[in-house]
């Protein structure tokens, strides 16, 4: 038997365990933060007995990292043609965007939480974890890192401090004042911020 033949042969079931698992896992971390993501939640939510769950996840860790990556949209980036200024505001119309969503916000307090009581503390989950934050902050930095440096003498490019005076008004907007960061508002922060570093 080929291996197409055997994938084809794939028990539907197993497919639709995983998907019950990380709906559950995703609503939960949506829901709550990292904290609420446990092996006994999941398990009552999704109605997936325990030993299927560790047969698609093997560790707590595994689970989290497939469901905040469900929950951690791409960001879409600039267009490469547009000035320097507007690609950046399109990376922060952007952000304002998902961090508007609940998905989003879920992310945030799920980076926040890291190395806080509640996440796994063992050496190999620690790694596991950090490893997935450094990839889901490059996610996000690295576009920012290309644009910041075209539009910021090189003298003050430091690429992490501006990249939280652009996000941090949206985050702000969303976590405490609950206004949405429509485009006026983006145009502020990005010229606000430009013009400040002239």
């Avoid at 033949?5 to 709906?23: E, H, M, N, Y």
């Avoid at 941090?168 to 405490?176: E, I, M, S, T």
């Amino acid at each position: 038997m080929s291996a197409r033949q055997f994938a084809d042969r794939r028990d539907p079931r197993l497919d639709r365990s995983r998907s019950a698992i990380l709906s559950a896992a995703v609503a939960l971390l949506s829901e709550g933060g990292v904290r609420q993501v446990t092996i006994e939640a999941v398990t009552a939510r999704s109605g997936v007995a325990r030993s299927t769950l560790y047969r698609h996840f093997p560790t707590s860790v595994e689970l989290l990292a497939a469901a905040f990556q469900e929950l951690l949209p791409p960001l879409r980036l600039p267009d490469p043609d547009a000035t320097p200024r507007d690609r950046l505001l399109q990376l922060v119309v952007a952000q304002a965007e998902q961090i508007d969503q609940a998905p989003a916000v879920a992310a945030v307090v799920w980076l926040s939480t890291l190395g806080l009581s509640g996440v796994p503390s063992g050496a190999e989950d620690q790694s596991r974890l950090g490893a997935l934050r450094e990839r889901v902050v490059e996610r996000y930095r690295g576009p920012f890192e290309a644009v910041l440096a075209e539009c910021l003498p090189s003298s003050g490019r430091d690429i992490d401090v501006a990249a939280a005076q652009l996000v941090g008004p949206l985050l702000f907007n969303a976590l405490v004042t609950g206004r949405p960061s429509d485009r006026g508002f983006c145009v502020r922060i990005v010229d606000d911020f430009l013009a400040g570093r002239r």
